[in-house]
């Protein structure tokens, strides 16, 4: 499965974004997704991650209560982060990722897809 993300941008602190991950050549149905993101000099860390039903989220508590991770399975077949309330330590590269097996949401290592990344800048 190759995932394609866009969306991403410079925008202003307290501003919003709406990032998309699409996959090419398939559904995704059946398999669980995330959001991850990098900051230069740090570790790959968890943001976000949904079900393949949608009816189950997770958060990284840096983000809980301004991002929300939601999925169409359906005609659009997309998986979206919406981005609210920005900080300026939200800059990072922000990559989707998808599995499919269970186990925890939170390990980057546990997901099999990737996507490219897309840069996400807040200034202050």
């Known amino acids: 499965v190759q995932l394609v993300e866009s969306g991403g941008g410079l925008v202003q602190a307290g501003g919003s974004l709406r990032l998309t991950c699409v996959p090419s050549?398939?559904?995704?149905?059946?398999?669980?997704m995330g959001w991850f993101r990098q900051a230069p000099g740090k570790e790959r860390e968890f943001v976000a991650a949904?079900?393949?039903?949608?009816?189950?989220?997770?958060y990284a508590d840096s983000v809980k209560g301004r991002f929300t991770i939601s999925r169409d399975n359906g005609g659009k077949n997309t998986v979206y982060l919406q981005m609210n309330s920005l900080k300026p330590e939200d800059t990072a590269v922000y990559y989707c990722?998808?599995?499919?097996?269970?186990?925890?949401?939170?390990?980057?290592?546990?997901?099999?897809?990737w996507g490219q990344g897309t840069q996400v800048t807040v200034s202050s």
């Open positions: 949904i079900n393949w039903s949608g009816d189950r989220t997770y």
């Open positions: 050549g398939r559904t995704f149905s059946g398999y669980r």
């Open positions: 990722a998808a599995k499919t097996l269970s186990g925890s949401y939170y390990l980057w290592t546990e997901y099999d897809y």
